[in-house]
């Protein structure tokens, strides 16, 4: 069977689709997961993999983490199982991020190996392996098609692919003939991950039952961390990468943008829960995939809870509400937080006082992110602090507000993290890495006044966070905020809340098709 070609052939940015009638597709089978063969409106262009992503940068990158390994070197990759609620109830798949990163494949209980055979210089000899579950006519009339064998050849450009059912023996083989593994145990220190990788790995060896570490510690190889070197990798995105989370952030914008008009509508929210069940809809409806983690939707005073999730309350009308909301693509996510009155008045002079202070740091610090002004996260977070500390001291009752109280009481969180295939985009990184071109950041500072007679009272209970994506640049004219159509101003929101609704064409339609 033939291969499918790296062709990136160009289409037009959007198309009107007809849909009265399926289209008759001729392929060989159906896949697990979408296809540009099966799912054009995804995939709109021949070559990619997942959204936005080719099966070239795929293989590049593959290419690139075996030019970090030593000769006679294999990598396993260990996706993920499907997780259990209760009882036949599943929870939505996640795949393994670093399998996702390396290969886009989105199947359980499969397994990839990056073999590095030699490394000439000039060209570095790469097997990519494919353990994954075959097709099997009586699983997919319940679960829907997979793609089996023949998909992670044809489709994926596996070079070599196995059953899942021999994963054993097939393992044990490359790692007897290579002198180090690069594989992660999940089992440490993390109670769910035991049943996704020792069980999973479960099988007869030698006469007994087995793991695969027994397997590795009867080898001969130098077992590693695969990981780290990942990571490294992961930091750093691609064009194409950062254009798929610049979709995610406008998408999420305009999301959010509708539900700030809603507060001057004749159809306001009136709880949070609804609110939080809009925004899920409305970054489907925009072109996400699903909601990238759940989000904090908070009024008044629940702001206070930094990572408020209940969602539970009413939305008053002399109160704020704060949103901390995304949708995901193509397994990237976008990060947003966003602060508003639900007055059709607008902010009360006491908001407006807080609401300004935060967003001032927001810009002061994303003009920062930029390799030339030679800032780490950790650089900023004391620039946020340095400058919140100085917006309060503006207002009365705040004019003798110390540094340590600011960073211990009023922001007791960080500026940001990294943002990616995770919310929290490769944590092993050191805060006090300098952020360089390619990074992308969240910039998120906020302040949050308790019910503290310390505070002046028309302030306690108001909680204020304004956070954006930002693509980190080269010098200052590079830097790109990712989630920029989101009105944070505050001419921008109170009229956004008169007008009562978003003027933007288009912003209210269901995207069925995907342009990246």
Known sequence: MLRLSWSLARHPPCRQLLLATRPKLEIPYKTGQPMHETRKHILPKAGEITVGISALEYYHRRLELAKQLPERSAAILVGNRIQHSSGAVFYDFQQDNDLYYLTGWLEPDSVAVIEKVADTGSETDVVFHMIVPPKNPATELWEGAKSGLEGAYDYFNADEV????????????????????YVDDKTKGNNTGNANFKLFFNFTHKGHLATIQELLRTSRATVRPLKPIVAEQRLIKSEAEIKVMHRAGKISSRAINTAIARVGSVDPFLSEKTLAQYLEYAFV?????????????????????????????????DETVFVDAGGKLGGYCADISRTWPNSPNGFSPAQKDIYQVVLEANKVCIDQCHENAAMSLQDLHELSVTTLTQGLRQITGFSNVTRTEVSRELFPHYIGHHLGLDLHDIPSVSRHTRVKKGNVITIEPGLYIPFDTKWPKQFQGIGVRVEDDIAVGKVSSDVLNLTSLCVKEVDDIEALIREGKVTTPGVYDEVVEICI
């Open 162 to 181: 196995a059953g899942i059912g021999r994963v054993d023996s097939y393992l044990r083989h490359i790692i007897e003939r290579n002198d180090y593994v």
């Open 285 to 317: 409806r925009g072109g996400c995939d699903k909601q990238a983690y759940i989000p904090v939707v908070a009024s008044g005073e629940n702001a206070l809870t930094i990572h408020y999730t209940r969602n539970d309350d009413l939305l008053y009308r």
